[in-house]
T-cell receptor, first 113, second 113 residues
Framework: GESVGLHLPTLSVQEGDNSIINCAYS??????FIWYKQESGKGPQFIID?????DKRQGQRVTVLLNKTVKHLSLQIAATQPGDSAVYFC????????????FGDGTTLTVKP | NAGVTQTPKFQVLKTGQSMTLQCAQD?????MYWYRQDPGMGLRLIYY???????DKGEVPNGYNVSRLNKREFSLRLESAAPSQTSVYFC????????????FGQGTRLTVV
């Protein structure tokens, strides 16, 4: 079946370094993608989104890159801070009206001071 | 999280019992979702509602029913709980038109014994 998955389950970085979290998706019909952050014991929190007609989108300290050719997206976090430590998920949606969505399994980011 | 209220926070059920998880949002979003999250895994879509009056199955709908009572409320019902339904359940409300908003509830930790 269709799936969205992350390449690495854990990532450890030094405070101040840049982080890159990767995600592969299998449904070529996916039209829209969201990155979420989930802290322990809490619900996911929206970080940034990107539509399939874009290949890059920037937010505050975060950048999402989308490569539709290889069905891959990444989340780049600049100057990673201890507060960025969390599990990061990508999710795809079949259309921009936020219909059916699939989550990846998550990458745990640990920021070392 | 702001805008999505999910109840209860914790619940223990005996096998075969029924219960309804409640979710309400006050952001006037069309799309609402129910997910389950098992330990160390991503979120799996149970059901979603793209608009008031419509509901659709997600990846893991068996054993669940939903009701989109009105635009604000989207409930999830377990008619006959099974131990395999022990999980953390999250409700989400998402808007992707005219900007993106995505909010999750705090989750319901359900244990079926």
């Amino acid at each position: 079946g269709e799936s969205v998955g992350l390449h690495l389950p854990t990532l450890s970085v030094q405070e101040g370094d840049n982080s890159i979290i990767n995600c592969a998706y299998s449904n070529s019909a996916s039209d829209y993608f969201i990155w979420y952050k989930q802290e322990s014991g809490k619900g996911p929190q929206f970080i940034i989104d990107i539509r399939s007609n874009m290949d890059k989108r920037q937010g505050q300290r975060v950048t999402v890159l989308l490569n539709k050719t290889v069905k891959h997206l990444s989340l780049q976090i600049a100057a990673t801070q201890p507060g960025d430590s969390a599990v990061y998920f990508c999710a795809d949606f079949l259309n921009t009206n936020a219909g059916k969505s699939t989550f990846g399994d998550g990458t745990t980011l640990t920021v070392k001071p | 999280n702001a805008g999505v209220t999910q109840t209860p926070k914790f619940q223990v059920l005996k096998t075969g019992q029924s219960m309804t998880l409640q979710c309400a949002q006050d952001m006037n979003h069309n799309s609402m979702y129910w997910y389950r999250q098992d330990p160390g895994m991503g979120l799996r879509l149970i059901y979603y509602s793209a608009s008031e009056g419509t509901t659709d199955k997600g990846e893991v709908p068996n054993g669940y029913n939903v009701s989109r009572l009105n635009k604000r409320e989207f409930s999830l019902r377990l008619e006959s709980a099974a131990p395999s339904q022990t999980s953390v359940y999250f409700c989400a409300s998402i808007r992707t038109v005219d900007g993106t908003e995505a909010f999750f509830g705090q989750g319901t930790r359900l244990t079926v014994v």
